[in-house]
Nanobody, 127 residues
Framework: QVQLVESGGGLVQAGGSLRVSCAAS????????MGWFRQAPGKEREFVAA????????HYADSVKGRFTISIDNAKSTVYLQMNSLKPEDTAVYYC????????????????????WGQGTQVTVSS
């Protein structure tokens, strides 16, 4: 049974940093894309970042490029999203997701390409 468990959300001031984590278990994710998505109140869930578990492909949404970094610790089977220079518009529930890769290269960025989802963790950025 696949489980994705997020942690590390919280309240931070604008300009601050936060790291959210996603502990993945239940199967081998070698041929999977691991993604972070977010959903703000009243808005649709949107793509934030993704990484190919087996490397080296990474992709970011334009809105977070240069501020957020996605990474994987294979030994801990954990995916991280380091968020720097946070803005109030980054406020959302952040979800971790896993999706089987359908191409030899690259990562999946579409919601429909992900099969497993975590429960989400709230990130609030105050102005």
């Amino acid at each position: 049974q696949v489980q994705l468990v997020e942690s590390g959300g919280g309240l931070v001031q604008a300009g601050g940093s936060l790291r959210v984590s996603c502990a993945a278990s239940g199967r081998t994710f070698v041929n999977y894309s691991m993604g972070w998505f977010r959903q703000a109140p009243g808005k649709e869930r949107e793509f934030v970042a993704a990484i190919r578990w087996s490397g080296p492909y990474i992709h970011y949404a334009d809105s977070v490029k240069g501020r957020f970094t996605i990474s994987i610790d294979n030994a801990k089977s954990t995916v991280y999203l380091q968020m720097n220079s946070l803005k109030p518009e980054d406020t959302a529930v952040y979800y971790c997701a896993a999706g089987r890769a359908t191409t030899v290269v690259g990562v999946t960025t579409a919601l429909g390409g992900y099969d497993y989802w975590g429960q989400g963790t709230q990130v609030t950025v105050s102005s």
